[in-house]
Nanobody, 126 residues
Framework: QVQLVESGGGLVQAGGSLSLSCSFSGRTWDGYWVGWFRQAPGKEREFVAAIGAGGATTRYADSVKGRFIISGDNAKTSVYLQLTSLKPEDTAGYYC???????????????????WGKGTLVTVSS
């Protein structure tokens, strides 16, 4: 059983940066897609970024491309999301999720993940 715990959220001014962490327990993220998703109040959950193939493959939503960076540690116990040039519209609960590497990316970006964390809140003030 994979357990995911997010940390690093907080309040930041527009233009600022934050770094989110997703810690794995139960097993490493080797052999898994790991994705970050977010959900703002009153809105549907949306894909933000994903990492797979041991870190060799990454994908980003167009809305965050060039501003957010997803990465993982060599021990495969944590995945990070670096958020830069933050905008008020980035305000949301950010969730880490995982699915076996065999899952097609098309399903990953739609939120077809097997394991989810409880999320961490990011608030960007204008």
């Amino acid at each position: 059983q994979v357990q995911l715990v997010e940390s690093g959220g907080g309040l930041v001014q527009a233009g600022g940066s934050l770094s989110l962490s997703c810690s794995f327990s139960g097993r490493t993220w080797d052999g898994y897609w790991v994705g970050w998703f977010r959900q703002a109040p009153g809105k549907e959950r949306e894909f933000v970024a994903a990492i797979g193939a041991g870190g060799a493959t990454t994908r980003y939503a167009d809305s965050v491309k060039g501003r957010f960076i997803i990465s993982g540690d060599n021990a495969k116990t944590s995945v990070y999301l670096q958020l830069t040039s933050l905008k008020p519209e980035d305000t949301a609960g950010y969730y880490c999720a995982a699915a076996p590497q065999a899952m097609p990316l098309s399903r990953i970006v739609k939120g077809g993940m097997d394991f989810w964390g409880k999320g961490t809140l990011v608030t960007v003030s204008s």
